[in-house]
């Protein structure tokens, strides 16, 4: 594996003075990406959420939706 160094070389980068500051006007240069930033992943399935989490947020919601219409009623009767 080979390591490329995200720091340009300043005696070979165009547009920069003396001492490695940039002139008005000059855009800086760009940082170059570091390929081999993280680990490898090698287990990322494609599906959405599991079956049991959603199932009991739904419940979730239709109880919190049910405890509301019940408390609604019982303000109006």
Known sequence: MSHVNPDPEPERTTGLEPGGSVPPGETPPAESSMPE???RETHNPPRGWA???LTLILVVVALVALF????AL????
């Open 68 to 71: 509301f219409l019940v408390y």
């Open 74 to 77: 019982v303000l109006i009767v």
């Open 37 to 39: 930033a993280g680990p």
């Open 51 to 53: 079956k049991a989490p």
